[in-house]
């Protein structure tokens, strides 16, 4: 089993900044892909970005390209997800989630493992 933890959600002003964070635990695997998801209120949970676990091969969502930045630290377990300029329709919670081997896939049903998310708040 793998646990995801994330943490760094808050509320924040349109323009400003924040910085998630994701630890992970347990049973982790030579190669897997380490990725963060969004749900808003009503909406189907959507794809933001991914990372390679240890390639270190991203990819984001064409909504938060030039925003949001993917990294890692392997020593501590960690993948962060650091997003720029928000806009109140980055309003959502954010989720961590894990799938073992090395593709980038944005669909959620690939991914086996899920943290608890936290909320991102965007006022304008």
């Known amino acids: 089993q793998v646990q995801l933890v994330e943490s760094g959600g808050s509320t924040v002003q349109a323009g400003g900044s924040l910085r998630l964070s994701c630890v992970a635990s347990g049973h982790t695997f030579s190669s897997y892909v380490l990725a963060w998801f969004r749900q808003a209120p009503g909406q189907e949970r959507e794809f933001v970005a991914a990372i390679a676990w240890p390639g270190g091969s991203t990819y984001l969502a064409d909504s938060v390209k030039g925003r949001f930045t993917i990294s890692r630290d392997n020593a501590k377990n960690l993948v962060y997800l650091q997003m720029n300029s928000l806009k109140p329709e980055d309003t959502a919670v954010y989720y961590c989630?894990?799938?073992?081997?090395?593709?980038?896939?944005?669909?959620?049903?690939?991914?086996?493992?899920w943290g608890q998310g936290t909320q991102v708040t965007v006022s304008s």
């Open positions: 989630a894990a799938k073992y081997g090395v593709l980038l896939t944005t669909t959620p049903d690939d991914y086996d493992y």
